[in-house]
Every structure is written in structure tokens, then in C-alpha cells.
Nanobody
Framework: QVQLVESGGGLVQAGDSLRLSCAAS????????MAWFRQAPGKEREFVAA????????NYADSVKGRFTISRDNTKNTVYLQMNSLKSEDTAVYYC?????????????????WGQGTQVTVSS
């Protein structure tokens, strides 16, 4: 089992930056693909970014390319999501996810472990 705990969410203004963190514990997660998803009220959970365990493969949703950066520190079992130039449409609960595969999948069904989520609210 892997436990994931997100942090770093909050209320910011449009154009601001925010960095989310996801700390993993339990069975070693350093070889897991890690990802971020988000879910806005009344909408389905959607893919944001994913990063293979080695960091060699990364995927981003088109809506965040050029603004968000996923990174990880395997020595700390932590994955980050740096979010710049935030927009009101980025408002959502952000979830961290983990999967044993080596490919950074973009669909929720591929991920075995999920955090509880952290709220990000961007005011315009």
C-alpha cells in the first residue's frame, strides 16, 4: 500500500503561482509513476500532469502546458506541481495519484493510489 498526502493548496488571485506537494509513504514509491489530477465542482476528474519514476517521461494536459511543471524528489518520496499564471478555470480540488507502471498515463483508471485532495481556488 502507498499513502499519498497532498498539501499546498489555497486561495490565490489570477496570475499568481502556487506549488503543490504530494508526500508518499508506505511501500516504496520511488519507482512509481506519479500524477496530478483535478476535479472542479460538477465536473469529472481530469488529468493535469504525470511523471514517470525516472523523470524521463512526462505528460501534461494541453490546458496547463507552459504554465504547470511536475517534478519529483525520489529521496523525499515527494512529487510537486508548480503552477504559474493561474487562471480562474484552474480552480479545483487537486489529487495526487500513483501507479506502478512506467508510462505516465493520463486516465484515472490507470492509477492505483490516490490522495485525499487539496483545494486550489483562483479568484479573478
Amino acid at each position: 500500500q502507498v499513502q499519498l498526502v497532498e498539501s499546498g493548496g489555497g486561495l490565490v488571485q489570477a496570475g499568481d503561482s502556487l506549488r503543490l506537494s504530494c508526500a508518499a509513504s508506505g511501500r516504496t514509491s520511488s519507482t512509481y509513476t506519479m500524477a496530478w489530477f483535478r476535479q472542479a465542482p460538477g465536473k469529472e476528474r481530469e488529468f493535469v500532469a504525470a511523471n514517470s519514476w525516472s523523470g524521463g517521461r512526462t505528460n501534461y494536459a494541453d490546458s496547463v502546458k507552459g504554465r504547470f511543471t511536475i517534478s519529483r524528489d525520489n529521496t523525499k518520496n515527494t512529487v510537486y506541481l508548480q503552477m504559474n499564471s493561474l487562471k480562474s478555470e484552474d480552480t479545483a480540488v487537486y489529487y495526487c495519484a500513483a501507479d506502478r507502471s512506467t508510462y505516465p498515463a493520463v486516465v484515472t483508471e490507470m492509477y492505483d493510489y490516490w490522495g485525499q485532495g487539496t483545494q486550489v481556488t483562483v479568484s479573478s
